[in-house]
């Protein structure tokens, strides 16, 4: 029941995103258009051009310009090819052996990421309906085909010539969304309380600053690399935001170990004057990080000189100092706050003068102390990924060959009945089917609810009007309301594209019955995916949850065992360590969202686990805290705490893995080393600390994750 709720609440939560207005509109011209030229010049031929070009439309996602001609570009060439089997007029043995083969291809195109596999989706679905509608002879289907491409084309022209050409607009905007995720934690620590901040609230719903900012910069650094690629002799501006881009990594490094640092620093009342200068000056570099945001996305520079440094911060310091009393080791903690400080004020100015001629493309005469990422100048094999997934442990295998056999079967059962517009149910094993069972279980309720209040809408409208032109404009209303509010619910996107396409066949048909058919076909097709979810390899989400756990425990040490053998957090083996634990968090966190769909008991039962991840990004915290005063206080001997911490990780690994309870903490080793400064021992203690809970976490995690 409380699985069910949780599935209730999925299908009419809204997400934090705008509505694609644009898109939308250019969904409606796109099937709009061809489809009033096929009904006023009586050119019923024309309806595939309008069908060819909302495939097309469907498939483009956003993003660099240069991805989406070749996702839109691919899938024209594909759709036009794949219209063809509309000529073979296969006997109904072949016709089922040629479905497993192409939608279990098509389900494995999910290997080279989402957009792909959105492709392979949209492809299969024109397969079958080039199967379940076919064409004459083969003048027929090259007609056909012909159409397709003019309906690509089309779509095209709409989405990459028509609207402004700006190709570095995406990457802009999606680096100024890292600084305004910079900007709001700036935010949210300068108003910490002066005695520290609160505990947080339920662990299971907080959504960690950190990941959401980490997720945010991988995905510019994708869409950076796109859009560079293939742009050699190109202006100064690719490299302008390259510059930009590594500095979210330098700034998110730096607003991980400020606050770690605040929190270890005493909060007594004597303090609260120096502790309201270090966050009055958090606050002023929120303005600076949000006015380097603007500039992106303006793409047009504001010189506004910066208004904040350290120096009022190190005044305070200075006199704290003299007024006496003033440990070794707050001073030693606010003296790293206001050194931090520092360093953030060097980067934003730099950046701020980077961001301020991004217009004119005039050279980067500041840069910030470090290169390129390593990841931002990687390729990848082609035939890679492909490697990477053939095999049964494969979930993206386990998913094409379980999409294939239930499209097979589906297949099958369409011809053994002969049910009418049968290919509506292959449509829906496929969309509906996803490699994990409780996202198929909630995408199977949205295609059923979507269809069934779409279908009743559309049932509704023609009850009331049959005029062709009316309709053609409710299907225009309807694919671009779909488009544009897809970002904010799924749920909704499918009710507003059911009744379009159900009143686009009643219009091609002449049948004005077809919303009853669409609502049975939708079941039993929604059935058919649920019962070869369960069945056909399953894939749970408790048997993966644990590995990928492991493997966030194991990227901590890692980290940790970087940061000990380097001499400060810039160097790129550091870095590329920090990186590395950000996506395999993320990874956990995003195994663990997929476990609450799946999960019968209340969601609070999960506590611990959630714990867990959550500790597990504390540590890494800690870990970063640490790196970054190594530069100030010379290289000391990390290797005893990196040695027990590493150990104890890797046995929490294990533990987890083989889901069990981990072994008792040996001896607590003392970070108390007589060669390290008054810092680096608060800030080992710390770690051993995080450590401590972390295992107490995993400890109290282990029944959860028990089979």
Avoid at 211 to 234: C, D, H, I, K, Y
Avoid at 478 to 487: D, S
Avoid at 566 to 593: M, Y
Wanted: hydrophobic share 50%.
């Amino acid at each position: 029941m409380n699985s069910f709720r949780r599935h209730v609440e999925s299908f009419v939560r809204l997400e934090p995103a705008r509505p694609a207005l644009g898109a939308g509109l250019r969904a409606a011209l796109a099937v709009g258009v061809p489809m009033v030229v096929a009904a006023t010049q009586h050119l019923p031929a024309a309806t595939w051009v309008g069908m060819a070009a909302l495939f097309v439309t469907l498939v483009d996602r956003g993003g660099p310009y240069r991805d989406r001609a070749v996702t839109m570009g691919a899938m024209t060439l594909l759709g036009a090819v794949m219209g063809l089997v509309s000529a073979l007029h296969l006997p109904p043995w072949a016709a089922v052996l040629l479905t497993f083969c192409w939608v279990t291809a098509c389900g494995f195109a999910r290997s080279y990421g989402d957009t792909p596999g959105l492709m392979g989706v949209v492809l299969a679905n024109y397969t079958v309906v080039s199967l379940a509608l076919p064409a004459h002879d083969y003048a027929a289907a090259l007609s056909r085909s012909g159409l397709f491409i003019m309906g690509g084309l089309w779509a095209m022209m709409l989405a990459l010539v028509l609207w402004p050409l700006r190709p570095y607009r995406p990457a802009r905007f999606a680096i100024a969304r890292c600084y305004r995720e910079l900007a709001d934690r700036a935010e949210e620590v300068g108003r910490w309380p002066l005695e520290g901040p609160t505990a947080p609230p339920n662990l299971v719903e907080v959504v960690d600053w950190e990941s959401r900012v980490r997720q945010s910069l991988e995905e510019a650094r994708g869409v950076l690399a796109s859009t560079r690629r293939g742009r050699a002799g190109e202006s100064d501006r690719g490299e302008h935001l390259l510059v930009l881009l590594e500095g979210v990594d330098a700034v998110l490094a730096l607003l991980v170990a400020l606050p770690e640092t605040l929190e270890v620093s005493p909060r007594e009342t004597r303090y609260h004057a120096l502790r309201a200068e270090v966050q009055r000056a958090l606050s002023e570099l929120a303005r600076d990080l949000r006015h380097i945001a603007r500039a992106l996305e303006q793409e047009k520079g504001e010189p506004e000189p910066s208004t904040w440094n350290a120096e009022r911060v190190r005044r305070a310091l200075a006199a704290q100092v003299a007024e006496g009393g003033l440990p070794d080791s707050a001073r030693a903690a606010y003296s790293h706050a206001e050194a931090l400080l520092v360093r953030l004020r060097e980067y934003t100015e730099a950046l701020l003068e980077v961001a301020n001629h991004l217009e004119d493309g005039r050279p980067i005469e500041s840069d910030l102390p470090m290169g390129p990422h390593p990841a931002s100048l990687r390729g990848r094999p082609l035939l890679e990924p492909l490697r990477d997934n053939l095999s049964i442990g494969s979930v993206i295998f386990r998913h094409a060959l379980r999409l294939g056999v239930a499209a097979a079967i589906a297949t099958a059962l369409v011809q053994g009945l002969g049910l009418d517009h049968g290919y509506w149910v292959i449509i829906t094993v496929i969309v509906v089917l996803q490699p994990y069972s409780g996202m198929t279980f909630q995408r199977g309720l949205q295609r059923a609810g979507g269809t069934l209040l779409g279908s009743a809408l559309a049932a509704g409208l023609v009850a009331l009007v049959r005029d062709p032109a009316v309709l053609l404009v409710a299907i225009m209303v309807f694919f671009a309301v779909a488009i544009a509010v897809k970002p904010l619910s799924l749920s909704f996107f499918q009710v507003l594209l059911a009744p379009a396409l159900v009143l686009l066949a009643e219009i091609q048909t002449g049948d004005w019955e077809l919303a009853g058919v669409r609502i049975a076909n939708t079941m039993i097709g929604g059935a058919i995916a649920l019962i070869g979810a369960r069945l056909l390899w399953p894939s749970p989400e408790r048997v993966r949850f644990p590995e990928e756990v492991a493997n966030a425990l194991r990227a901590d040490r890692d980290y940790l065992l970087s940061v000990a053998s380097a001499g400060s957090d810039a160097e790129p083996e550091v870095r590329e360590a920090r990186r590395k634990l950000g996506l395999q968090l993320l990874s956990a966190e995003a195994s663990f969202q997929r476990l609450l769909t799946e999960y019968r008991g209340s969601s609070r039962q999960l506590e611990p686990a959630m714990a867990m991840l959550t500790y597990a990004r504390r540590f890494g915290s800690a870990v970063t805290a640490l790196a970054a005063s190594r530069q100030w206080h010379g290289r000391q001997d990390l290797s005893p705490v990196a040695s027990y911490a590493g150990n104890v990780l890797e046995d929490l690994a294990v533990a987890v893995e083989h889901r069990r309870v981990p072994s008792p903490l040996p001896k607590t080793m003392s970070a108390q080393q007589e060669d390290t400064d008054v810092l680096s021992r608060t800030q080992l203690d710390r770690l051993v600390r995080q450590l401590t809970v972390l295992h107490h976490a995993t400890v109290r995690a282990a029944p959860q994750l028990s089979p």
